[in-house]
């Protein structure tokens, strides 16, 4: 799409609250050309071309603007772009693989001398690009890295999401302590490596782009990347939190991860030291790492870390798949909400051997069931549910990591002023008969059974809103047909 004004006439659907799908089954969304959404208007009766002729005159666009009208087919719908809360980029390399030990011996084993290789800039960059491009292509269209603790293949991380369009939060990780020879640094070096990456993702990324009007949102920002709290020294973790809040940039790590991962943390910090804080949330805390944070897994967090981190704005990247592989348990995501955490969600690459959210959305909602199912003694009546519906998942994977990365005003749904970070979904793909059941079910296709009026338009929303179930279980990148950031074209299968 070159840079014009361009104009998508079809069903559109999104997650604005918890819990709820907006459906739309004809709708105009324009999208100017800085990839910013400058209407969003539902249509009835109306002509295209007069509805969008309207549009355009309520929100002060000149009534001589070209444009181009893309008009989505039947079983053709548009998604907000989906948003991956923890990917470790350096892993991808053995993404699939590499599932037969606990997180601690994981990480020595596997891990480590991965991302080590990285500093190979030849190397780093064929394994990026492949990253990117995949999860492009299955519709990620902002990421939260982790890279590694080497700034130039770092940098180099930056640069190719730029090149491939895609939304992304890039963090170099920081370790100082409990890491093998090969792959270590000290604590000046962290510090002083992680603020020249800020420097230069600011240098190339300004932050302070004015929004709508005007210019547009960065692509790409720093955060502050202490990998979890078992290799980060306190002086390395305190150092990060200066850094933090001096330069005003998000901050991402590990908490209460696994049984292994709090046992180490306990043995780092035993209760009868005087450096005992309490848990993984309240030492992130004590050094100035909780603000707006995106935290890990947090399977193990207890109610009252939970309710520190909502005083802090902290949010928590559920990763379903990897928590079934690493963390004895999963995350009661219902729990995090009640206690006012916002939730994102992530493949965490390779701790989950997938790529893909939508697949992520699916085991979200089965671990919720999981939790469900293996309670060990009958719920009391009042007891609040876990489970999660795959409304819920699409809220997480949309504007719930929207919220989570503090990127909500920007992205998360289709709404006036936000970018148009969007997926194209195609639910009539020839390889898979089972999306035309309910279709036939209703006598769809023959005119049999389209009914008019209201009855009619209740239909429609119905009918898309199996397409936007199917999708999510059964869906895959071939049903991803384009994928778009800042209203420019990035991937696709059409
Ligand atoms: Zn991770």
């Given at each position: 799409m070159s840079a014009q004004f361009v104009v998508f006439h079809g069903s559109v659907v999104h997650t604005p609250t918890r819990g709820s799908l907006c459906v739309l089954p004809s709708a105009i969304v324009g999208v100017d050309g800085a990839g910013r959404i400058a209407f969003v208007s539902e249509l009835k009766d109306q002509d295209v071309h007069h509805a969008v002729k309207t549009a355009m005159a309520q929100s002060g666009i000149g009534e001589d603007t070209q444009f181009q009208l893309k008009s989505l087919t039947r079983g053709q719908f548009l998604l907000p772009g989906l948003i991956d809360?923890?990917?470790?980029?350096?892993q991808y390399r053995f993404v699939g693989g590499?599932?037969?030990?606990?997180l601690m011996e994981w990480l020595n084993h596997y891990t480590f001398p991965s991302e080590a290789r990285m500093k190979n800039l030849s190397f780093a960059d064929e394994v990026y690009r492949k990253l990117v491009k995949r999860l492009l292509k299955n519709g990620t269209t902002t990421a939260l890295y982790f890279a590694t603790i080497d700034l130039e293949p770092t940098k180099l991380l930056v640069d190719i999401c730029a090149e491939y369009g895609q939304r992304a939060c890039v963090g170099k990780v920081c370790a100082?302590?409990?890491?093998?020879s090969f792959y270590i640094e000290s604590t000046s070096a962290s510090i002083s490596a992680t603020e020249s990456f800020i420097a230069y993702v600011h240098a190339k990324h300004p932050p302070h782009s004015p929004s709508f009007p005007g210019g547009s949102h960065p692509l790409i920002h720093p955060v502050v990347t202490p990998r979890f709290i078992p290799t980060c020294s306190p002086a390395l973790l305190a150092g990060l939190g200066a850094l933090a809040a001096r330069h005003n940039v998000r901050v991402q790590s590990h908490i209460s991860e696994s049984l292994d991962q709090v046992a180490f943390t306990r043995s780092m910090?035993?209760?009868?030291?005087?450096?005992?804080?309490?848990s993984d949330a309240r030492i992130f805390d004590s050094h100035g790492l909780l603000n707006k944070a995106v935290m890990?897994?947090?399977?193990?967090?207890t109610s009252a870390d939970l309710q520190l981190m909502a005083e802090r704005g902290a949010a928590v990247a559920c990763c379903p798949l990897s928590n079934v592989f690493f963390a004895h348990g999963n995350l009661d995501v219902k729990r995090c909400w009640r206690e006012n955490v916002d939730v994102g969600l992530g493949t965490d690459v390779a701790g989950g051997p997938l790529t893909t959210l939508v697949q992520a959305m699916r085991w979200a909602v089965g671990n919720a069931r999981q939790i469900e199912s293996t309670k060990t003694a009958a719920p009391a009546a009042d007891s609040p549910s876990p489970v999660i519906s795959w409304k819920d998942a699409l809220y997480l994977a949309t504007l719930g990591g929207a919220k989570a990365l503090s990127l909500d005003e920007h992205v998360g749904t289709f709404e006036w002023g936000k970018e148009f970070d969007a997926l194209l979904i195609d639910v009539n793909p020839s390889w898979d008969t089972s999306w035309d059941v309910f279709e036939e079910e209703r006598g769809a296709g023959t005119g049999a059974g389209i009914e008019t009026g209201a009855d009619s338009a209740e239909s429609d929303i119905e009918r898309i809103e199996m397409w936007v179930e199917k999708f999510i279980n059964l869906g895959d990148d071939?049903?991803?047909a384009d994928v778009y950031v800042k209203g420019k074209r990035v991937a696709g299968c059409a």
């Open positions: 809360t923890h990917v470790h980029a350096p590499a599932t037969d030990k606990p100082d302590i409990n890491s093998p910090y035993p209760l009868d030291s005087p450096q005992h804080f309490g890990a897994h947090g399977v193990h967090l071939r049903n991803i």
